[in-house]
């Protein structure tokens, strides 16, 4: 099989989905985006239209995207790039079950750690593959995926995906290849602390990190993850310019002292209107994905008989906040988080 006859498909269309496949059609592959109603009425509307924090501006006209509301579309993947939100895994692998080909190979592009396993569980025989998108994607405005923060999109090391690294080369959608991959979605957990943070504060990422408590809340979240993942003896994988244990500290600086560490390269760049993806779970009224990153902590602290009190209160508050409460101030936030730590 010549490379341009692979077809990739893009299992749950939104924000990274769209995003990522979109970029991988617009640099010449064969890539059918199987998504929902709302989304894909856009893009049969408006076109697809990918930007990002480096400059980089591609279009691709409406009809020539090839779009499918019915999983049947999975049929004819060869590689299936599955970009549902963490609660739709269970649903997305019946769905690869019943029309992908045994063949196809599934690659997670989805935050938490447990994606991968529970899509081999539901997958038996077939290939799955852990993967990780570092950065932010957010819409702003129909048909319209703006790339808002940097980083490099990194899929478990194995030959099966070895044939697709070309197209995403041709893409100029940087990619590596890991044979860590639990460390990685370790490594990317702690980051995605800051998710709920930043959904319960209501503003975007930008803002809420410059104000010291909402970090000093990360904080707190991110030094309970981290005492527990040393006695769980997990050695999270290298993300930040700092090293991952003392990213903890670098969130507490006082707001001068961490933008001048954030100048250095200690952060990555982020777009003034980027916001996590839980906070767009919020804004659109859907369930958040808060169990399958703060709760991965609860399930490893039971494993260790230890407990995770900072991040249960953290679940606790995003509930609420599905269920309508108002956003948190800094202040507030990190005052109930301290209140949590203590017992
Ligand atoms: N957004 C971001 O910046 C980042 C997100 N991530 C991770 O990537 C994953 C995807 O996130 P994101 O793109 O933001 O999520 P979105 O909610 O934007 O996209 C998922 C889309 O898939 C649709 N969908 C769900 N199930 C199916 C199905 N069986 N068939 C077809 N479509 C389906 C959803 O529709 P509906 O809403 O109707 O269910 C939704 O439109 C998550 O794990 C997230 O944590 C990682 C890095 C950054
Ligand atoms: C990129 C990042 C860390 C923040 O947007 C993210 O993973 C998310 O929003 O889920």
Known sequence: MGETTRRIAVLGAGLIGTYVGGRLAAGGADVVLIGRGRVLADLRTHGLHLTDLEGGDRRIAADRLNLAEDPAALGQADLILLCVKSPATEDAALQIAQFARPDA???????????????????????????????????????????????????????????????????????????????????????????????????????????????????????????????????????????????????????????????????????????????????????TEVDYLNGELLVLAQRLGRRAPVNARVIELVRKAEAGAAPRSADALYAELKKARRG
């Not at 290298?238 to 500290?249: D, I, T, Y």
């Not at 670098?250 to 002292?257: E, N």
């Open 105 to 287: 190979v599934v690659v997670s592009l989805q935050n938490g750690v447990s994606n991968a396993d529970r899509l081999r569980a539901a997958l038996p025989g077939r290939t799955v593959l852990a993967g990780m998108v570092p950065y932010n994607v957010a819409q702003p405005g129909p048909g319209h995926y703006h790339q808002g923060t940097s980083g490099v999109i990194l899929i478990e090391d194995s030959p099966a995906i070895a044939p697709y690294v070309p197209l995403f080369a041709a893409a100029a959608l940087a990619v590596g290849l890991r044979a860590d991959m639990a460390a990685v979605l370790w490594g990317k957990l702690l980051i995605n602390l800051n998710n709920a943070v930043n959904a319960l504060a209501g503003v975007p990422l930008a803002a809420q990190i410059a104000q010291r408590n909402y970090r000093r809340s990360v904080a707190l979240c991110q030094s309970e993850a981290l005492s527990l993942l040393r006695r769980a003896g997990i050695k999270p994988a290298q993300f930040a310019a700092v090293p991952m244990w003392l990213l903890p500290h670098v969130f507490s600086l006082p707001d001068g002292l961490f933008r001048r560490v954030a100048a250095r390269g200690g952060m990555p760049r982020i777009d003034r209107h980027a916001r996590s993806s839980m906070a767009e779970d919020l804004a659109s009224g859907r369930k």
